[in-house]
């Protein structure tokens, strides 16, 4: 079975995402449609802006089994809203270079549908 962790934002206190992402991760839905059914082994905060230590984190999900590291929605909310990350596109695109054996997943396609 395929394991996923999630890279959340510190500062977002409204974890409803966890319900409708894990919910994702274990039917195959959403933005984890192509995995099928899998298991989340963990969510770890990217240590605050602007990502300094997102790789690092992502590296100790790997360590705990994480076949695939995924982008919480709690920051990628739209830019309108105060509790976007600014830099979300940045911290993806470090994972997605650094990480060349892991699959990064945006959760903004669909975590929950």
């Known amino acids: 079975m395929v394991k996923v962790g999630f890279i959340i934002c510190p500062h977002c206190s409204d974890m409803t995402w966890e319900t409708k ?20 082994v963990g969510c770890i905060a990217c240590a605050g802006c602007p990502g300094r230590q ?3 984190r992502a590296k100790l ?17 739209t830019a309108a809203d105060k509790n976007a990350c600014p830099y979300y596109e940045h911290i993806l695109e470090e994972l997605s270079k650094k990480l060349r054996t892991t699959i990064v997943i945006d959760c903004r396609n669909g975590a929950g549908a």
């Open 21 to 40: 992402e894990f919910a994702a991760v274990k039917t195959g839905a959403g933005a984890f449609r192509n995995l099928g059914p899998a298991a989340v």
């Open 54 to 56: 997102v790789v690092n």
């Open 61 to 77: 999900l790997i360590k705990c089994g994480a076949d695939i590291i995924a982008m919480s929605s709690c920051m990628s909310s």
